[in-house]
């Protein structure tokens, strides 16, 4: 099956601490791994993506690593803010690539003053 | 450009009724895709498109047809709709495979 998990339980944070949110997969080992932020009635907005062959990747505050041998991608957000609170998804394609994503179910993301 | 839209943003249909969720992008993107978002089982993949005249099954097709007669449009039919199918639907396209996905704002669907 192509399964992936996130933590269902919300996470909430301070404002200017660091998150950290954890997407697990079983089975094989995707290409890439993307990760998505939906906000309350609207459509996810792509964030990141990771390919197999990169330890980590940076965009601005945000931060993805991969790591195959634990088969888990770490998604962390330095400095958060309240604006930051949102639904956080990853993504895997199957198995050789492609476009067919399977999504998590999400971890919400709660930044409090 | 307005992305990806979709058509219309809330719909209530009977049991048994038929209708046609609409999706738009001005991209020019080839690939295109619906999914379901429900309560704790996430987004699932409906239907798949890689460019027009192509369409591919996914995960959750049973209930749902779609065609691709053109690059922009990718509309979605339910032929007899059931309670099963309430949900909230998302049209997503990307410019190739392995790059990221451009998402509408949904359309949310109550069948009673």
């Known amino acids: 099956s192509q399964k992936i998990e996130q933590n269902s339980e919300a996470l909430n944070i301070q404002e200017g601490k660091t998150a950290t949110l954890t997407c697990n997969y079983t089975?094989?080992?995707?290409?890439?791994l993307q990760w998505y932020r939906q906000d309350p009635g609207r459509g996810p907005v792509f964030l990141l993506l990771?390919?197999?062959?990169?330890k980590e990747k940076r965009k601005e505050r945000l931060k993805v690593t991969f790591d195959t041998t634990l088969k888990q991608s770490l998604f962390h957000i330095t400095a958060s803010q309240p604006a930051d609170s949102a639904t956080y998804l990853c993504?895997?394609?199957?198995?050789?690539?492609?476009?067919?994503?399977?999504f998590g179910t999400g971890t919400q993301l709660k930044v409090e003053l | 450009n307005a992305g990806v839209t979709q058509t219309p943003k809330f719909q209530v249909l009977k049991t048994g009724q038929s209708m046609t969720l609409q999706c738009a992008q001005d991209?020019?993107?080839?690939?295109m895709s619906w999914y379901r978002q429900d309560p704790g089982m996430g987004l699932r993949l409906i239907h798949y498109?890689?460019?027009?005249?192509?369409?591919d099954q996914g995960e959750v097709p049973n209930g749902y047809n779609v065609s691709r007669s053109t690059t922009e449009d990718f509309p979605l039919r339910l032929l007899s709709a059931a309670p099963s199918q309430t949900s909230v639907y998302f049209c997503?396209?990307?410019?190739?495979?392995?790059?990221?996905?451009?998402f509408g704002p949904g359309t949310r669907l109550t069948v009673t």
């Open positions: 498109s890689v460019g027009a005249g192509i369409t």
């Open positions: 993504a895997r394609p199957p198995p050789g690539g492609g476009n067919k994503l399977t």
């Open positions: 990771i390919r197999e062959n990169e």
């Open positions: 991209m020019n993107h080839e690939y």
């Open positions: 089975n094989y080992s995707p290409a890439y």
């Open positions: 997503a396209s990307s410019y190739s495979e392995g790059r990221e996905q451009y």
